[in-house]
């Protein structure tokens, strides 16, 4: 099939979970289809640098430039303030693209694709601003997460005019996200709850593709030593959730495990790195930040545990599933770890609240047999659940779905 994919974001670096996701999924399906990708893209160098990742499995990359921070956005609200005053969220309108629209009338115009398929809500609005006469019977929806929920659980942890203005967006993004779903021929969920959420809310054909990881690439490299007290934070630290994650962790939890470990360390792994989690870092000598890591692997095998205390968010974290095989234990709240097949005390230890989340922390470092059944077990849930390869045969039963009608 020749299809076009509308991405939210240029596929590399891969620096952060949906960044992945569409890349690995890119580079498997190529095999069998003609790609095309369509994507705003915020770095031209990054452009210029990483293009020739995917050369081998596009036939056509075209990169519309986007402009991050807070005078990108104020530049957009002004282009389009009458679709913010008749009720589309913020979050959307902060991707809307005139030129991406253009982009994608001319590729449409230019090109028979059988098939569309949209990365992320936000870039819906683009295909049905473009007039595809086709989305109902060609067109796949790929949601990372149930949009709306992730902006309720940021104003259930926000306080006075914030909490407001998140609960503004939540009920605007569900109300916005239900009815550009129903829109599309099929809509992919990354699981089982995301789906049923989905279900629920009157979208008629929903499958479920999820996340997953690469498990060969990461057992072949080199096995450091463990790192003896070592915690590991891993994560995109533009993404709203991630930042409230290691605020939260640095706060109320970090130094509940200080009290029983002193010698404990915390590496945080991502990039950009905020002025405000400079500030908290630097109130814990034993906290090193280390901005984006090209490879990530050797320092995730090297660390003891990898923390996953998420209290916003939705989808499933490709974190859990990259420590799971990498061979290092992991601690996560609920909804870190939600969506995906795993069990408690077999597979990762899953504590809510700053005491649970420490105490379970302060448990594996002090029991290492614990802590080697668990990611004994976790290892072979990744090998036989979430390699790739497998998750890649199920989106192409989509493709195949939409190809017989």
Same mark, same amino acid.
């Given at each position: 099939m020749k299809v076009? @994919?509308?991405s939210m974001a240029f596929p590399f670096p891969l620096k952060s979970g949906g960044r992945i996701r569409v890349f690995q999924l @890119?580079? &498997?399906l190529a095999a069998h289809h &003609? @790609?095309?990708l369509l994507c705003l893209a915020e770095s031209r160098a990054d452009v210029e640098r990483y293009s020739a990742h995917l050369a081998p499995y596009c036939e056509r990359v075209e990169t519309v430039p986007w402009r991050p921070g807070l005078l990108g956005l104020l530049g957009r609200v002004l282009a389009a303030w009458p #679709?913010?005053?008749f009720g589309v969220p913020l979050v959307v309108l902060n991707k809307r693209s005139p030129e991406l629209v253009w982009r994608l009338r001319t590729l449409l115009r230019e090109e028979r694709f059988d098939l569309v398929q949209i990365e992320w809500i936000q870039m819906a609005q683009h295909v049905? #601003?473009?007039d595809w006469p086709s989305l109902a019977a060609r067109g796949v929806l790929v949601e990372h997460d149930v949009a709306w929920l992730p902006l309720q659980r940021q104003a259930d942890v926000? %306080?006075?005019v914030r909490r407001w203005f998140w609960r503004g967006e939540a009920r605007r993004m &569900?109300?916005?996200e239900e009815a550009m779903c129903r829109r599309f021929a099929r809509v992919v969920a990354v699981s089982r709850d995301d789906a049923a959420k989905l279900l629920a809310a009157g979208v008629k054909t929903v499958d479920v593709v999820p996340n997953g990881v690469d498990v060969a690439h990461y &057992?072949?490299? $080199? %096995? $450091?030593e463990k790192a003896p007290c070592t915690l590991m934070f891993i994560g995109w630290l533009r993404h709203g959730p991630n930042v409230d994650a290691i605020l939260y962790f640095l706060d109320e939890v970090y130094p509940l495990i200080v009290r029983e470990l002193p010698d404990v360390r915390l590496v945080i792994v991502g990039s950009p790195i905020s002025s405000a989690m400079r500030r908290a870092a630097a109130r814990r000598p034993s906290v090193e930040l280390t901005g984006y890591v090209p490879d990530v692997r050797p320092v995730l095998r090297a660390a003891t545990v990898s923390v996953v205390p998420l209290r916003v968010g939705g989808g499933t974290r490709l974190k859990i599933l990259e420590s799971m095989a990498a061979g290092t234990a992991v601690v996560s709240t609920s909804i870190g770890c939600e969506g995906l097949d795993v069990e408690a005390e077999r597979h990762l230890l899953v504590g809510d609240g700053p005491d649970a989340f420490a105490r379970c922390v302060v448990r594996l470092l002090r029991e290492p047999e614990l802590r080697a059944g668990l990611e004994r077990e976790a290892l072979a849930l990744v090998r036989a659940r979430y390699d790739w390869s497998s998750i890649a045969y199920t989106m192409d039963q989509v493709y195949r779905a939409i190809e017989k009608g």
């Open positions: 076009l @994919i509308v @890119i580079k &498997r &003609r @790609i095309t #679709q913010l005053v049905h #601003q473009a926000s %306080r006075g &569900r109300a916005y &057992r072949e490299a $080199p %096995r $450091p």
